[in-house]
């Protein structure tokens, strides 16, 4: 997105790249005059009280925290919501069967009678905002500096609990500029979400990972839910007397279409960026952090597919995880690529100089990337065994599960362990059992089990590796260099583990003690590893986060210091933002230029029946046949449009959001960025940035056309 305006920016500009004109996730409460006039120019027409009022109704009243990490928009004066697809994945996924399978065939409900309840679901809205930059340094003084990292989840979660007692809502402290600045956000949540109408999969992830995080791109990626509340117009837990939530605004939807060029505006939840980012964090994930965790999650993707493509049972229990693990697995693979290509070590570089020049003979900042140049040299040694614990050891679902017992294994020796807090450690593992299950799949999961026992033994340093492991594996299973060592292991591990046996799981559970629970053997090698890792290494990353946040604290102290009475935004971190820019085309690489849209064609084009990514249904292929377009169709390019770009800034967690035009009405949802700029959460450039949105009309033209919902339709206000 979108200029900072050249005029305020450019003295800093000339020598600092971090802090680039079109670009920035605002703090929507915070707009200042540069920024709303910048927005103004490019063709809002809104006032700043229509974009966020706190006693008036204004769009932010529009905009939800979906589930855990999306967003999405209401736009019906009855709670009616539209997100992505991707993100009501899981819940499509939970109330789908073999013989109801709406993942695959899609759902619409016709009356709100046959709308699905989604247990776990929920939104929530953003109330409030204040400033409590003070009260947390006072409360941050207790603790040691070095610790301070460490602690500040904990002590901003307090903190907040604290404010949200009595009050009804919940409340979250977080921390801007590494900690030079805290706000608190007054949120309400809602529970009663259910699912009111999806595309099938074919349409919702039609490109499947091949398309992801690509341009030209042709995917139907939404779902609409609705929301609802109790008779008194309260948040509630799901009731079948509840009625539609009624919003204090809703989004009307503009089926006019659009143009290269439009104003285009994103209200939404990005999740997180880390644009203030060193050049030794950038070296650090491009050597070892990424590719680490990309080879890890080749091999268990493999491990799963396999499985998936073998039965759709299989397919609706995994394929929501297996889904989110394929995003990022491309996206961490593509930002190294894009790092790399941008040049952004030596671009960091450069403005790490331009900064030593600034503070010379600022005592505080003195020698400032000297030392985080000796905090990185420390840790590097050990950052790629933390990555194949986190994304191979505990990415084995068994293994993951059984360090959950590490906390009963502790009170069990501990003699003075309250009968109530063993009580409570038992019924955490009950639940937490019922979950693994949930997404546990055998067969996946014991090949998974073996690869990554092999690829910690292969990649990870000899002297860093558990070895009384390794030794007792060769002597029993054979040449750790073999596949068939580890899988065999591996069937011995699931063939035995208590954990995976109802009767003797039961049994233990109702009165466990730690002789069984040190003999079995998938809580042996879970730990094994954990216990290897947190006795000799964990220090280190302790040390490593302590120092670097204090170092990085400062810094950009430093970068607020220069870019006083100037607009700087702050890093994303689900908190509600607003990005500003527009529709526009771009070129990928040298001769080569991409169109602002794509159309049904383009479905007809990709489209191979049977395929596991490019299939689509045959009703839709009908319709693009007949040319059935009904009042979808954008005239000037004779076809449905089915997804256009604009250049808004935007990251993972604004999925969902509202695309919105500069009347303030929805013309798309966002749901992916483009591959030429996967780099964008560290650097964003702006030629190649580009933000992947589901148009309006192509999400209507399925739900009126092959979903025959018209009363979805219906309850829109819909701008023509
Ligand atoms: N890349 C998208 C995002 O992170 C998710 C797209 C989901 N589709 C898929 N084929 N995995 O928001």
Not at 261 to 285: A, C, N, Q
Not at 319 to 348: H, P, T
Not at 381 to 394: F, S, T, V
Not at 572 to 587: E, H, I, L, P
């Amino acid at each position: 997105m979108k200029k900072i305006v050249s005029l305020f920016t450019v003295i800093f500009l000339l020598n600092f790249s971090v802090l680039r004109a079109d670009e920035g996730m605002w703090l929507v409460q915070l707009l200042g005059e540069q920024v709303y006039g910048d927005m103004v120019k490019k063709g809002l027409k809104l006032t700043k009280e229509q974009l966020y009022s706190i006693n008036g109704k204004s769009i932010k009243d529009a905009i939800v925290l979906f589930g855990s990490g999306c967003t999405a928009e209401i736009v019906s004066k009855e709670g009616l919501m539209f997100t992505n697809h991707h993100c009501g994945y899981d819940n499509i996924a939970s109330a789908s069967t073999v013989e109801h399978n709406y993942l695959r065939d899609g759902f619409w409900a016709k009356s709100k009678q046959e709308e699905i309840a989604c247990p776990g679901l929920s939104v929530q809205f953003l109330i409030k905002i204040e400033d409590v930059t003070d009260k947390v340094n006072e409360a941050l003084k207790t603790i040691k500096p070095n610790e301070i990292a460490l602690k500040l989840f904990g002590v901003l979660g307090e903190m907040s609990a604290k404010a949200a007692e009595g009050t009804g809502y919940e409340v979250r402290i977080s921390s801007f500029f590494k900690g030079n600045q805290f706000l608190q956000f007054t949120y309400q949540r809602y529970k009663d979400v259910r699912l009111v109408g999806v595309p099938p999969e074919s349409i919702g992830k039609f490109g499947g990972d091949t398309d992801n995080w690509e341009w030209p791109r042709h995917t139907g990626d939404f779902s609409i839910f609705r929301l609802y509340m109790s008779k008194e117009g309260k948040p509630a837990e799901y009731a079948a007397d509840n009625v539609p939530f009624i919003p204090k605004h809703f989004l009307p939807v503009s089926i006019k279409g659009i143009n290269d060029g439009d104003y285009s505006m994103i209200y939404g939840y990005p999740g997180g960026t880390s644009r203030y980012e060193t050049s030794y964090g950038v070296k650090l994930k491009i050597d070892i952090d990424n590719p680490s965790i990309v080879n890890l999650r080749d091999a268990r993707l493999k491990c799963m597919l396999t499985e998936m493509v073998k039965d759709p049972a299989v397919k609706i229990q995994i394929g929501s995880s297996y889904a989110g693990i394929a995003n990022y697995w491309k996206f961490f693979d593509g930002e190294v690529k894009q790092l790399i290509k941008l040049n952004v070590v030596a671009q960091k570089e450069k403005d790490e100089a331009t900064f030593e020049a600034w503070a010379k003979g600022k005592p505080e900042y003195d020698n400032l990337f000297k030392n985080i140049k000796a905090v990185y040299d420390n840790w590097r040694p050990y950052a790629k065994h933390r990555m194949y614990i986190n994304e191979g050891i505990l990415g084995s679902p068994l293994l993951s599960f059984a360090t959950n017992l590490k906390t009963l294994e502790t009170q069990l020796q501990n003699a003075s362990t309250k009968p109530e807090d063993l009580e409570k450690t038992k019924q955490t593992l009950k639940a937490s059992r019922d979950r693994f299950f949930k997404g546990e799949n055998i067969a996946s999961d014991k090949n998974i089990l073996a690869i990554v026992l092999k690829m910690f033994y292969m990649d990870i340093d000899a002297s860093e590796r558990p070895q009384a492991f390794y030794t007792a594996l060769k002597t029993n299973y054979g040449a750790l260099e073999n596949n068939e060592t580890y899988s065999k292991f591996s069937a011995t591990i699931f063939d035995n583990t208590i954990l995976l046996d109802a009767g003797k799981w039961e049994a233990f559970i109702a009165k466990p003690d730690t002789a069984t629970l040190h003999k079995d053997p998938a809580y042996k090698t879970a730990m094994a590893f954990v216990n290897n890792y947190n006795d000799n290494y964990s220090k280190f990353y302790t040390e490593f986060i302590g120092a670097n946040y204090l170092l990085n604290h400062t810094y950009l102290k430093g970068v607020l210091e220069i870019n006083k009475n100037k607009p700087v935004y702050p890093d994303a971190n689900q908190t509600m933002r607003v990005s500003y820019g527009n529709v526009k085309s771009y070129v990928p690489r040298d001769g080569v230029k991409y169109d602002y849209i794509c159309t049904l064609n383009g479905i007809k084009e990709k489209y191979k029946p049977g395929d596991i990514e490019f299939d689509a249904p045959a009703k839709l292929m009908e319709l693009i046949d007949k040319k059935d377009y009904g009042q979808y169709i954008d005239k000037k390019v004779g076809d449905v449009v089915v997804n256009f770009i604009t250049n808004n800034d935007i990251t993972g967690g604004n999925s969902g959001s509202p695309v919105i035009n500069g009347n303030g009405e929805l013309i798309g949802l966002c749901f992916d960025g483009n591959y030429e700029a996967l780099g964008h959460k560290i650097a964003l450039d702006k030629a190649l940035t580009r933000t992947i949105c589901l148009d309006v009309r192509f999400m209507l033209f399925v739900v009126d056309k092959l979903g025959g919902a018209t009363n979805i339709i219906n309850e829109l206000n819909l701008i023509k």
